[in-house]
């Protein structure tokens, strides 16, 4: 005794609209091509990073800088010598309270300094994104890819076949070997200190 079940009208249309969805899907939806640019790498491979260090070297900043924190360290160790050759602890208060307010001091005079390196700093990456946007574009639309992101740790997993680097890098780095200003003039002057 075979029981045989009527197939109701509503079932046959749930499976049609099940296989539909299922077809329409693989043939009409897109999925995205995601690559990954290791702007680090790019960064310090094109020499951008270099120039930086050099360009660095030559602002009154670092220079004044550099002299603060060379006058300081002769300036500690010579109220370390005293401190060592004092013989009563009111000699020895005396100069740790001469050391305490040498290095509040330094910190007062090199904050300005360091906001101003900061600034400077910032300045060129933000110049130097603004400048290698373009190469980014062009091997990515060379690759069919739909988003580019930067390396980082946000990205968790990325495959060879999605890195951009290798080929952003080489496009960019004869653009960034040309002599130009390490910062934008449209970007506003680096600051300086007076």
């Given at each position: 005794?075979?029981?045989?079940?009527?197939?109701?009208?509503?079932?046959?249309?749930?499976?049609?609209?099940?296989?539909?969805?299922?077809?329409?899907?693989?043939?009409?939806?897109?999925?995205?091509?995601?690559?990954?640019?290791?702007?680090?790498?790019?960064?310090?491979?094109?020499?951008?990073?270099?120039?930086?260090?050099?360009?660095?070297?030559?602002?009154?900043?670092?220079?004044?800088?550099?002299?603060?924190?060379?006058?300081h360290k002769?300036?500690?160790?010579?109220?370390?010598?005293?401190?060592?050759?004092?013989?009563?602890?009111?000699?020895?208060?005396?100069?740790?309270?001469?050391?305490?307010?040498?290095?509040?001091?330094?910190?007062?005079?090199?904050?300005?300094?360091?906001?101003?390196?900061?600034?400077?700093?910032?300045?060129?990456?933000?110049?130097?994104?603004?400048?290698?946007?373009?190469?980014?574009?062009?091997?990515?639309?060379?690759?069919?890819?739909?988003v580019v992101?930067?390396?980082?740790?946000?990205?968790?997993?990325?495959?060879?076949?999605?890195?951009?680097?290798?080929?952003?890098?080489?496009?960019?780095?004869?653009?960034?070997?040309?002599?130009?200003?390490?910062?934008?003039?449209?970007?506003?002057?680096?600051?300086?200190?007076?």
């Amino acid at each position: 005794m075979s029981e045989s079940r009527k197939i109701s009208w509503y079932e046959i249309m749930y499976v049609v609209v099940l296989v539909g969805l299922l077809g329409w899907s693989v043939f009409f939806m897109n999925s995205h091509k995601v690559a990954v640019v290791d702007m680090d790498r790019v960064f310090k491979d094109v020499g951008v990073l270099q120039k930086i260090d050099k360009e660095r070297q030559k602002k009154d900043f670092y220079v004044k800088g550099n002299s603060l924190l060379q006058a300081h360290k002769f300036r500690l160790k010579t109220l370390q010598d005293k401190l060592e050759a004092a013989k009563t602890e009111a000699e020895k208060d005396k100069i740790g309270g001469q050391i305490r307010q040498a290095n509040e001091r330094i910190q007062q005079d090199i904050q300005p300094i360091q906001t101003a390196m900061q600034q400077f700093e910032a300045g060129a990456v933000t110049t130097f994104r603004q400048r290698l946007q373009p190469f980014i574009n062009q091997i990515a639309q060379k690759r069919g890819m739909d988003v580019v992101m930067y390396k980082g740790p946000n990205v968790l997993f990325y495959g060879n076949k999605a890195d951009l680097t290798a080929d952003v890098t080489k496009a960019a780095k004869e653009f960034f070997a040309k002599d130009m200003p390490l910062i934008d003039p449209a970007l506003g002057a680096a600051p300086s200190l007076r």
